[in-house]
């Protein structure tokens, strides 16, 4: 199947810092998502972003497919921003299942 | 807008007994997927459905567990004789349809096994 490789594991911030969470595939994708999982569990739909830039906020994510990754921008980073990032891809051709890479887990220090 | 209602929240079993998790999808949805999250680690598939059919269950242990999303009702994951290793976060999530559609997910049911 395909591997999803995201960078780094664990990230810590201080309030305001900017930061750039990163996500790798192995293979052609038709589809990619991202997402934050808050403290409380809660996963959250940040981007549906198969190529392209876009933006939402302090949040912007860009994917380029011909290269396989994408990435994933936070500036002025709060508190609130603490939880995992995950990002979530499905192969052309298949069942459309997405497959999670292991997440980015970021504390923002106040 | 209701969101992806699951329940319980959570649900604590003992070796053995049964455990039944439900997912109600975002309303006019009509895929759902169970996916199961262990502690510090991301989510693994688990089964896909369309109403009234399973369309891949990959993901999901051959023995004691199964899924069903009927024509009316939630969607449920079932598992009988849960043992210790079956503790985790169970996580469903909704979309429209396919292809290439948004993700919804519910806020999961924590499964304890004691």
């Known amino acids: 199947g395909i591997q999803v490789e995201q960078s780094p594991p664990d990230l810590i911030l201080q309030e305001g810092a900017n930061s750039t969470l990163r996500c790798n595939f192995s293979?052609?994708?038709?589809?990619l998502q991202w997402f934050h999982q808050n403290p409380w569990g809660q996963l959250i739909n940040l981007f549906y972003i198969p190529s392209g830039t876009k933006q939402n906020g302090r949040l912007s994510a860009t994917t380029v497919a011909t290269e396989r990754y994408s990435l994933l921008y936070i500036s002025s980073s709060q508190t609130t921003d603490s939880g995992v990032y995950f990002c979530?891809?499905?192969?052309?051709?298949?069942?459309?299942?997405?497959?999670f890479g292991r997440g980015t887990s970021l504390i923002v220090h106040p | 807008n209701a969101g992806v209602m699951q329940n319980p929240r959570h649900l604590v079993r003992r070796r053995g007994q049964e455990a039944r998790l439900r997912c109600s999808p975002v309303?006019?949805?009509?895929?759902v997927y169970w996916y199961r999250q262990l502690p510090e680690e991301g989510l693994k598939f688990m089964v896909y459905?369309?109403?009234?059919?399973?369309?891949?269950e990959s993901g999901m242990p051959k023995e004691r567990f199964s899924a069903e999303f009927p024509k009316e009702g939630p969607s449920i994951l079932r598992i009988q004789q849960v043992v210790r290793g079956d503790s985790a976060a169970y996580f469903c999530?909704?979309?429209?349809?396919?292809?290439?559609?948004?993700?919804?997910f519910g806020s999961g049911t924590q499964l304890s096994v004691l």
């Open positions: 459905l369309q109403k009234e059919n399973i369309i891949d």
């Open positions: 999530a909704s979309s429209p349809g396919q292809p290439n559609e948004k993700l919804f």
């Open positions: 979530a891809v499905e192969k052309p051709g298949g069942s459309y299942i997405p497959t």
């Open positions: 293979d052609s994708v038709n589809n």
């Open positions: 309303k006019g949805h009509s895929h």
